[in-house]
C-alpha cells in the first residue's frame, strides 16, 4: 500500500486529531489559520483551539485578487497562476505559524483549506438556468500539501454542490454538531463579507437546523471605503458615525428581491457591490449623497438585512439566542444596532461559547476535514435542505 495512504487511514483511526483549519475570507485581510485538537467525530466530537492566528495578506495579494473577484470577465492567466500563488503562498504562512508556535509538521495530522473563493454562481443567483449551479475557491491542495509536507483536504463546496446543494454555506454542519443546545434556539450570525447564520433549533424543538446567507455584512461597506477613502474598512464604524442614515436610499437597497426569498438561500459580492448601491442610489435620487451619510445607510442596511432575517426565524419561538461572530462583532454601531433591534433575544458575542469569534469558520473547516476522515454520512443528515456527504478533496504531500 502507499505509505500515505496508510498513514492518512491510521490518521481516521485515531481517537484525536491535531487539525489546521484555513479560512480565507472575501474580505481579503489575511489568512486566518486555527490549530484544532479533534477529539471522535460526529455528536461526541470536543474540539478545543490549540492556537490562532490572522496571517495578514501583502498589498500584492489583496491587489491581484481584487483584479478577478467576482467579476465575470477576467485575465486566465491571472486566475491559473493565482490558483497556484495561493496555495504556495498559505503554505508560507502555515509554515510561518508553525515555527512561531514551536510546532513540527509531522505533529499535524492534516490541513483543511477552503481556498480564496474568487467566484460565486450558483442559478439562483446567476438566474442563468443554461449552466449548473458552481462556485470557486482557488489556491491549490496539491500546492500546500507538497509545501507543508501535510496532508491536505481542500476544496470542500464542489461536493455540496455536486450532490445537489449550492455550494454555501456550509456553516451548519459543524455549528449543528458542536453548539445545538436542550434549551436555547440559537443563531450563531456571523458577519464576514456576507453576513450569515446557522438557526439551531433548542433539543426540544422539532424543528431542523439549517445555515442561510442573509445579504451583506461588510462587504459594501468595505467596498466604498476602497473607492472613496482608499481604506480597506470603515474601522470602529469612525466614519458612518459621522453621518445619518437616508431613509429613501435605505428602503431602495432593502428592496432586493433576495432578501424576501425563504431560507436557506446564498449569496455573494456578485450581488451585493458598488454597481448595487449606485443603481439604488439613482432610484432614490441620492447620487450626491455625502459619504458619512452613504456609510451610514450602508451599515443600516447591513444591520437591517441581519435583523429581518432572524426576527422572521424567531417570530414565536421560546428562549432565543444570538452569538455574533465574524469580523463584523468589531464594528460598534453595527454590533449596537443589532442588539437594540433584538430586544427579546440574547444577543452576545460568539466567545460566549468558548471559541475566538474571529476564528470560527477556520475551525469549521477543520471539522468538517474530521468528519470526511473519520465520520459517518449520518452525522450530517439533520441539516434541511443541504446533502449529507463529506466533503473536502484529498492531497498528499508525496
Ligand atoms: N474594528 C473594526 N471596525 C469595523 N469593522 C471591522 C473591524 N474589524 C473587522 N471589521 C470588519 O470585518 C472584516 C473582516 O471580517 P471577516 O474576516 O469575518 O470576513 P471574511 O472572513 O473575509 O468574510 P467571509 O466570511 O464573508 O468570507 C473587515 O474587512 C472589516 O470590514
Ligand atoms: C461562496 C463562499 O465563499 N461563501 C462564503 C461567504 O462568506 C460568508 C458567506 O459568504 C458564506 O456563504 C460562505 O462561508 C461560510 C464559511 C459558509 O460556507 O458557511
Redesign the pocket.
Known sequence: MNPQIEKLYQIGLKKERFIIGLMS??SLDGLDIALCRIENAGKTTKISLEKFITMDYEEIFRTKVREIFAKRTIDQQLLSGLNAYIGITHANLINQALKSWRISAAEIDCIASHGQ?VY?APQSLTKDLNWPNS?LQIGDGDHIAMHTGIITLSDF?QKHIAAGGE?????AYGDYLLFSHPTENRFLL?I???S?FTFIPSHQSQLEAY?T?LGPGNTMMNQYMKAHFDLEMDRDAGTAKKGSVNKDLLEQLLAEEFLALPFPK?T?PELFNLTYLKEAQKRSDTVALPDEDVMATLNRFSAQAMINGIRRQAAGLPNVSVYISGGGLHNPLLFDGIKASLPDCKVESFASLGIDPDAK?AV?FALLANETLAGTRSNVEHIKDSPAVCMGKISLPE
Open positions: 475570507g472575501t473563493t460565486h462556485t463546496r455550494g454555501a454555506p456550509l456553516a456571523n464576514g463579507g456576507i450569515n445555515a446567507d446564498t455573494g469558520e469549521l
